[in-house]
Nanobody, 115 residues
């Protein structure tokens, strides 16, 4: 059974940093690309960043230069380092994997950027 578990969210002041983690099980982790999405209250879930099985990355324009996605295949974990956080980054952050034609999501972790 595929499982994704996010952690690392919290309350941070504007300009601060957080590192989110997404731990996976039930898949051969190294073979899969993993993505981060976020959903603010009353808004749709939006793409944030993705790392492929080979380590290539891509980002939403809104986070380029501030966020860094990485993976550790020895720990079956993907990270999202978030720097220079802004109030508009406030959202629930989810990780995602596509496995056998269907998407899997974690339960999400709340990030709140506020003074």
């Amino acid at each position: 059974q595929v499982q994704l578990v996010e952690s690392g969210g919290g309350l941070v002041q504007p300009g601060g940093s957080l590192r989110l983690s997404c731990a996976s099980s039930g898949i051969i982790f190294s073979r899969y690309g993993i993505s981060w999405y976020r959903q603010a209250p009353g808004k749709q879930r939006d793409f944030v960043a993705r790392v492929t099985s080979g380590g290539s990355t891509n980002y939403a324009d809104s986070v380029k230069g501030r966020f860094t996605i990485s993976r550790d295949n020895t720990k079956n974990t993907v990270y999202l380092q978030m720097n220079s956080l802004k109030p508009e980054d406030t959202a629930v952050y989810y990780c995602n994997v596509e496995h056998q034609g269907r998407p899997y999501w974690g339960q999400g972790t709340q990030v709140t950027v506020s003074s």
